[in-house]
């Protein structure tokens, strides 16, 4: 094989569109589940007489061509290889001559799409391990897709994302099922999922310019494959429809309730879990009002049995279980519409109507605590830390409740009168805190943690700041912060254990950080006529315009200038800059310094 690059528009034509449009969907995707990854897209292209060059699209000299050379005859080598291993009577020479007289190991015959399956799973690893050495990059994960014949190549599509955030994602140690790559979390999925479409659109007879499928799409299949996976690591040999069954138990009531309860996800007498009810006539999951019967059974200690396909019993997973075989998983459904898959302590998964998403942490203490020293400059460490654990009790209620902090929170309860209950200035105890959040309404303390008032009832004006999509708990923390009550802070637990901190203050970053995000963008608005890769590089920019400077908005604004009076020259067309100018509200605390 020619071990040079080729014209990268020999693929069929419309290949860079194609490219964009996976990219664009992954990015989408992965956005809505919750993880900012930077996906960057490749298409890969073989000739098939491996007489021509590997083409690569983009061309932006990401790899180097050379270690491809050779590749499929490569995952040829490795095929044969595991062929011989995992059913060695395929070869011809292990079969009966004898005319219906089976050979004994035709029994470990493996069907044609198996072996299909195998040798793609064979190109699609020899293809990764050589990208990674051919990457001209050090800074990104890369992900793999099928393999498509597209005219006289076979093409394969390639995303590859950032690799810090990748890292700092939980994940499954068991990553192969019954010899197949199964995704080790929910991001991995996705980026599956989206790698899948891309291989479907590539198997057109013409492939077309863009991916016809959406980013809720792309979610809901990615949810499908993760659950079925954890259910298959749970020994659950034919695991189909156990997301489609927990939404729909999740949005059914009992007699008016809402469904609440913890189910465990393994099979038949595993040795950590507890049996003390077995059920002589197991529920399928796959009938919503019989499954949220059983679910109502369900308490502290006494969770739902099931083995992915249907619920055996009751009883609990015991803390003998050891996680590092990943066996057993834990669901837990939280309010209306809203469940989470666990493994051991992590979540993994949650839905919200249907929707998945990376689950959020709940209250991160280092966000609690900055958000704290912002809003109460006077405030201590140890006001901090009892303020975060008033924090932890509202979290740990079964219902929805609101904490406010309010630097007079003496005379705020006085305002509030009748709409409150102010009592004596005292620090709550976990059981005088959970029968004061009973009623509806807030309780009101000072930033050194002394109540003075619950089931208080927040005023303020519509501001037009709110959020449709959120309850009147939310929005009417929302309407206080921006009227009377400027310059307090609001934890908000929602009915479905969702956790907010207001106000919502901007993460610190440090200085390096946006000054390097700077330098990127006017270093590509001189090099040349790359836009592809400039809108990249803005749309990074506009993520941390709170941060730029005087000095750093003009370098941002005179850069974009550049870039459209050169699309301007070339193509009579151009975008519509708008200048932007430093955020009124940004000042040094936003930064961290180099020993944080």
């Known amino acids: 094989m020619e071990a040079v690059r080729g014209e990268a528009a020999s693929l069929w034509g419309d290949q860079g569109e194609l490219r964009w ?17 930077d996906p960057r897209g490749f298409l890969i292209g073989f000739p098939l007489d491996e007489s021509g060059a590997v083409l690569i699209e983009p061309e ?21 290889e595991r062929r011989r291993t995992t059913c060695p009577a395929f070869c011809p020479e292990a079969r009966s001559v004898q005319a219906g007289a089976p050979h004994p190991a035709d029994e470990e015959w493996h069907p044609e799409h198996y072996l299909t399956a195998l040798l793609e799973g064979c190109r699609r690893q020899v293809l990764l391990e050589a990208l990674d050495t051919a990457a001209r990059f050090d800074d990104r994960r890369l992900f793999v897709g099928m393999s498509v014949v597209v005219d006289d190549h076979r093409v394969f599509p390639v995303l590859a994302v950032s690799s810090e955030p990748w890292a700092e994602l939980p994940k499954l140690s068991t990553t192969t ?25 590539l198997d057109r007879k013409h492939p077309v310019s863009l991916i016809g499928i959406d980013a809720g799409a792309v979610l809901r299949s990615a949810a499908d494959t993760f659950v079925n996976g954890c259910a298959s690591r749970a020994g659950q040999e034919f695991a189909l429809g156990l997301r489609d069954a927990l939404d729909a138990v999740s949005a059914q009531t009992y007699e008016g309730r809402a469904s609440l309860g913890t189910l ?25 009002r019989a499954f949220r019967k059983a679910l109502e059974m369900t308490g502290p200690g006494f969770e739902l049995l099931c083995d992915g396909r249907k619920v055996y019993g009751l009883g609990t997973l015991e803390d003998s279980y050891d996680p590092a075989g990943e066996r057993c998983f834990t669901v837990r459904v939280v309010g ?17 109507n249907g929707q998945p998403t990376l689950p959020r942490d709940l209250v991160d203490a280092d ?74 309404g807030a309780v009101l303390v000072s930033p050194e943690g002394h109540c003075h008032a619950v089931g208080v009832i927040l005023d303020g004006a519509a501001t037009g700041t709110g959020d449709i999509s959120r309850g009147a708990r939310y929005n009417s923390a929302i309407r206080y912060l921006a009227g009377r009550g400027k310059g307090s802070m609001v934890i908000i637990v929602s009915e479905d254990g969702r956790i907010d901190i207001l106000p919502q ?32 590089l803005d749309a990074r920019a506009t993520q ?53």
């Open 21 to 37: 449009s996976m990219e664009r969907l992954a990015d989408e995707s992965l956005d809505r589940a919750g993880v900012e990854l």
């Open 60 to 80: 932006r000299n990401a790899f180097d061509v050379e270690p491809l050379a050779g590749l499929l005859a490569r995952a040829d080598a490795l095929f044969a």
């Open 177 to 201: 099922i019954d010899g197949f790559a199964a995704a080790a979390c929910f991001p991995e999925a996705v980026i599956d999922d989206v790698l899948r479409a891309a291989s479907h659109e």
């Open 264 to 288: 465990v996800l393994a099979q038949p007498g595993h040795g950590a879990v507890r049996c003390d009810v077995a059920f002589e006539h197991e529920v399928a999951v796959s009938v919503p």
């Open 336 to 352: 209306n519409g809203s469940w989470e898959l666990w493994h051991a302590t992590t979540p993994f998964l949650r839905v919200d």
């Open 367 to 440: 966000t609690f605590v900055h958000t704290v020293r912002r809003v109460f400059p006077e405030a201590t460490d140890q006001h901090a830390n009892i303020l975060w654990d008033m924090a932890q009790a509202c979290i740990r209620q079964q219902h929805g409740t609101m904490l406010v902090v309010h630097p007079d929170a003496r005379a705020e309860g006085e305002r509030l009168l009748p709409q409150a209950y102010t009592v004596e200035p005292t620090r709550l105890g976990p059981n005088a805190f959970h029968a004061l959040t009973k009623i509806d």
């Open 505 to 536: 203050l901007a993460r610190r970053m440090r200085r390096s950080t946006i000054e390097r995000v700077v330098q990127q963008l006017v270093k590509a608005a001189h090099e040349g006529h790359d836009y592809e890769k400039f809108a990249r």
């Open 544 to 596: 941390f315009e709170f941060y730029l400077d005087a000095e750093q908005c003009e370098a941002v604004n005179d850069a974009r200038e550049t870039v459209e009076q050169r699309r301007w020259a070339e193509e009579r067309v151009r975008m519509q800059v708008v200048p932007i100018a430093p955020h009124p509200a940004m000042d040094d605390s936003y930064f961290v310094t180099p020993e944080q």
